[in-house]
């Protein structure tokens, strides 16, 4: 990985909230959002966190610098993403490791050392069919302790019953984009096309090989985030915010 320094990921990390923000005008809210939950209903100072689809860590640096006791531990299949997080953020109290979600056993691939007081998630999850969603909320649910936390930040959809408010939605989040100015920012598609043609980062590229699956033929709704949620055993579960079709959906174990 020639010339690929901390400097230089931070720079592709840099590079990838922007773009993630042509999606998300209202990204760094949301993250304030998911912080406010878990500052609310975390009960501790030194928190155990797991970062479900950390990607390159933005949210778990986010944490990181609002709760300086918390420890993050972020879960991935991208070896790219996380060869950039790993190298940005060099810190005891965050490390990453590489699991599939969608696969049984990835709760022990992360070897935690206590019980996690919180699962969080954002833009990540909705790369899942319903079956996979409900499993991985399941294994969280069994996880936590009473009060425990599942928090998940994403574009999250009406479904077939709400095809109008599906509509709405999309639109709703694309006129804040044009007001905020991040409209016009570089797209998911640019990003990934810059970063296969950056020389220092072509072993992590060639390590992606195709990278993450991205095919979604069985996509969750809004809805379904929150019935599964209480049927995995949370004890409440519901939508805390929402602009358009950016939500944060939240279950109390």
């Known amino acids: 990985m020639t010339g690929l320094d901390?400097?230089?990921?931070?720079?592709?990390?840099?590079?990838?909230?922007?773009?993630?923000?042509?999606?998300?005008?209202?990204?760094?809210?949301?993250?304030?959002?998911i912080g406010d939950v878990v500052h609310e209903?975390?009960?501790?100072?030194?928190?155990?966190?797991?970062?479900?689809?950390?990607?390159?860590?933005?949210?778990?640096q986010r944490l990181l610098d609002r709760f300086?006791?918390?420890?993050?531990?972020?879960v991935d299949a991208d070896p790219l993403l996380l060869g950039l997080a790993d190298l940005a953020y060099d810190s005891p109290r965050f490390r990453t490791v590489f699991a599939d979600l969608r696969r049984e056993g990835w709760l022990d691939a992360l070897d935690l050392d206590r019980v996690p007081d919180a699962f969080v998630s954002t833009t990540a999850l909705h790369w899942m069919n319903?079956?996979?969603?409900?499993?991985?909320?399941r294994t969280c649910a069994q996880a936590l302790k009473p009060g425990g936390l599942f928090v998940d930040g994403d574009h999250l959809y009406e479904g077939p019953a709400g095809p109008r408010l599906d509509a709405l939605g999309r639109s709703m989040t694309a006129r804040r984009a044009e007001r905020?100015?991040?409209?016009?920012?570089?797209?998911?598609?640019?990003?990934?096309?810059?970063v296969n043609r950056a020389p220092e980062l072509a072993e992590l590229v060639r390590l992606r090989n195709g990278g993450f699956e991205h095919t979604v033929r069985d996509r969750p709704?809004?809805?379904?985030?929150?019935?599964?949620?209480?049927?995995?055993?949370?004890?409440?579960?519901?939508?805390?915010?929402?602009?358009?079709?950016?939500?944060?959906?939240?279950?109390i174990r």
């Open 221 to 251: 709704t809004v809805h379904d985030y929150v019935a599964f949620a209480r049927d995995a055993g949370f004890a409440e579960a519901g939508i805390v915010w929402q602009y358009g079709d950016d939500r944060v959906v939240v279950g």
């Open 180 to 194: 905020q100015g991040t409209a016009a920012a570089e797209d998911w598609a640019s990003w990934w096309d810059a």
């Open 130 to 137: 319903r079956d996979p969603l409900r499993d991985l909320i």
């Open 6 to 33: 901390a400097a230089r990921a931070r720079y592709w990390i840099e590079r990838w909230d922007r773009q993630q923000e042509h999606y998300m005008p209202d990204r760094e809210q949301r993250f304030e959002v």
């Open 41 to 60: 209903l975390g009960g501790r100072e030194d928190l155990l966190i797991v970062d479900l689809g950390v990607g390159p860590g933005t949210l778990s």
């Open 68 to 74: 300086p006791a918390a420890s993050v531990v972020g």
